[in-house]
């Protein structure tokens, strides 16, 4: 058998040494490969992935605006970050090829959006384009964030950034596959998202089903700015319908069970805004066998103080369906609001309070909110919060529908009324929580057992007080409550006779009534004077002759509207006769 010689053999050692190398490479370039495909973007990049064997030849203009740069950034104050000639070299910064210069005028945005505090000029904003679309990921990152800083602190116009065309390159970062990335641009969305003008556009480029992904992600940070920038667009109606057909349902109300209370928020603030349209609560309902419910009466509980209100909210909106409200209030869900209206948490109140007052409308619940002794609970809460124009507006909206005979007891020993009253000097005369409170107090005044209650509780003060809101030119539906009230507790002798040191005010009130444009006022004041009748020291003031004249006045009126009346009734059987 032959042997080889010497340079063969050293040969053949070269060619197993330089296949061992290709292996090696080929290893590292499969490695590569795979790496890229990972954190692809979808195809939609449109810039090629770096070349690391190519390195881009540095211009003279670059080297210039390189050099420009740093002797800006060391001359820079806060007051002069934004003039003409930095604006210069950022464009051509952002425009090269080169990462460590794009790296550069990424840094300086960064700069910016922590120091600026005024609105960033908008030529400002055409850098962005270049370096949201960098193949650098360090460029990327920065660039996103800074916006993000711009938007959140209100340095940038929402509307302006998606005019110019920005969108289209912030919305192909959430295909990155960079953690920070995605983050930033998702906060970005959220942020233009939170414009009206901007929804629309930009739920038309197809994000739904993307943000229903990052939504899922197992990053805190990319999933709570996802379901916050679903959060936004689901505040547009028509937004809402492709949430629904894109299978947004689901995902948010798995969200409910997060341990992130940001993303509970985010989530069931969606689903509230979703559910204010009637015409989607059968599908939100019929997903996990009506699951939905339970969660959101679970989250009433919660010790999120937001959390807790927007759970109470969603199931204002869904109670709107009859079916529903049933199933809400078979739920034990009276006796979770009794126990939320205890603690004294003004935001929680209010939420507890408007998903009781929609309650409240329905007759059917009537004896259940009452039998829950939830009554009780307002008086308390009432006192409470005397101050609070949003506790007492529905806090008496929700007695004045509960007022019957049957429950005039139960609103007396809840001490409800007496409540109402003190309440009823802490607005001014143009709040409509005082308009609700009047009424409720003239509403609750027709009860006997309640009447008695409430004249018990008055003082001179109180009587004053009253007495001044019958003279409101200015709101006439308050004048007329505040009428309706003296003219209910004049009923009673008790009334009257404290009513005696007044009585010049008494008439003021009467003669103002009885003058009045409207028949209303003129009818109660008819009946004011009928009930004070009755005692004889408002007798003798009654019979003085400026009553006299307006109560022919009145007279007069009233049987010239009598004439009227059936004149047109005979006109029309007349007519029909023929």
Known sequence: MATICDLCKQHLKNFKEMLERAA???????????????????????????????????????????????????????????????????????????????????????????????????????????????????????????????????????????????????????????????????????TLAMSALNRETIASEGVINPFLVLAKSYEPRVQQNAVGAILNLSKSEKIQLLLCKEGALPVLILHLQSPDSEVQYYSCAALCNIASNPRHHQSMIQIGDGILLKMLLSLMSSPVEKVCCQACDCLRNLSLNEDIQTDIVARNCLAQLRELLKFSNENGNEAALGLLKTLSENQSNMDAIVSENILHTLGKLLLVHRASPGISYLAATIIHKLATSETQQAIVDSQCAVALLQVLNYFSIDSESLLHVAACIAELSKHETIRTQIIQELDVNKIVHLLMLTNQAENNDLSFQAGCIICNLGVDEMFTFLLRPHTKEIVAYILHFLRHQEIRFQHLGLLTLRNLNKDSHFVAMFDESEFTVQLRRVCQQTSETQELLQAVFFHKEHQKDK
């Open 24 to 190: 090696e490479n080929l290893l590292e370039i499969i490695k590569e490969f795979f790496k890229k495909i990972q954190c692809c973007s979808c195809l939609k990049r449109k810039r090629p992935e770096p070349n690391h064997l190519y390195k881009p030849v540095l211009q003279q203009h670059e080297k210039e605006a390189a050099q420009e740069f740093l002797q800006l950034i060391e001359e820079a104050s806060e007051n002069k970050v934004i003039d003409v000639e930095n604006l210069k070299v950022l464009q051509t910064l952002a425009a090269s090829e080169n990462p460590s210069l794009q790296q550069s005028a990424a840094l300086y945005y960064l700069h910016i959006s922590e120091q600026l505090k005024s609105e960033l000029p908008e030529e400002y904003l055409e850098p962005y384009y270049n370096l949201l679309q960098s193949s650098d990921l360090e460029v990327q990152r920065k660039a996103s964030l800074s916006l993000t800083n711009l938007l959140m602190e209100g340095n940038v116009n929402k509307e302006t950034v998606v005019q110019i065309g920005l969108l289209e390159p912030i919305l192909e970062l959430l295909g990155s596959g960079d953690v920070t990335v995605q983050c930033n641009s998702c906060a970005i969305i959220a």
